[in-house]
């Protein structure tokens, strides 16, 4: 498989602590302290009980498993075409939320539903002085 040219992320104030957590190759989740709900994606407030002061960023194990997957033969958006075929893959992360990512570095029938998987990161050069980088998963 070939990279993909990933876009910059951008960074709001609410997914700020993922984006700088994957910039140190760290992959950071959000945990609500009332109701224990660990979030993907980054939020103002909890999704299960609506509380926004009780939150807090914590970095990740970075492991899950393959709940679905598609082998990507044709994407026509910049960066995307070039490197396809590619897997895109939602993964159940260990700590419980599903994130959608791509599986890199390993054969297209070498992916399977249930597979185990660990995250890595994709730096990427910025004219911008941020430290951001996009997380991928790789087989385990």
Known sequence: MKPIDHPLPHASWESR???EGAGR???VLQRCTQCGLVQHRPRGLC???LDGANLEHFVASGAGTIYSFTVTEQNQA????EACPYVMAYITLDEGPRLLSVI????LDEVAIGGRVQVGFVTQSRDDRET???PVFRLI
């Open 17 to 19: 602590g993922f984006w």
């Open 25 to 27: 190759e760290e992959l």
């Open 47 to 49: 999704a299960h009980c």
């Open 78 to 81: 910049k960066g995307f075409a």
């Open 104 to 107: 890199v570095d390993c054969e």
């Open 132 to 134: 951001f980088a996009v």
